[in-house]
């Protein structure tokens, strides 16, 4: 039986200049039997015109989906957590925890550190 656990998220970082946002874009995580998904994207732009920053913002609902109901998925230290990718951006998540349960409902802070842009390294 599967059970389904939704819980807040908010998953933030940084992304490469001259990524065009994807509004229709839904992240999907995936670690080990973990399936992890994230909804409403946005994309926020800070800094100036020469030196844009973009910052990747994923506010809404996560759905942690497991034979058990519960369950805990770690990182280990300087490993990658999870990836997910669209559009030629692979994002890797680093050193995050999250701790599922059934009766909790709180809010869980995802960041990531790491983002390459395949397109571009495919060009090197």
């Given at each position: 039986m599967t059970c389904l656990t939704v819980l807040p998220v908010k998953i933030s970082g940084t992304i490469p200049q001259g990524y065009v946002p994807n509004p229709l874009f839904c992240p999907k995580i995936v670690c080990n039997e973990h399936h992890i998904f994230a909804t409403d994207l946005k994309i926020r732009k800070t800094g100036d015109d020469v030196f844009p920053i973009y910052k990747l913002e994923v506010v809404g609902h996560i759905i942690i989906q497991n034979g058990f109901g519960e369950g805990t998925?770690?990182?280990?230290?300087?490993?990658?957590?999870?990836?997910?990718?669209?559009?030629?951006i692979t994002a890797i998540i680093w050193d995050c925890v999250i701790s599922v349960g059934l009766s909790e409902a709180r809010s869980i802070d995802l960041t990531f550190n790491t983002i390459t842009n395949s397109f571009e390294e495919q060009m090197i």
């Open positions: 998925v770690e990182a280990l230290q300087n490993r990658p957590f999870a990836q997910f990718e669209s559009d030629g």
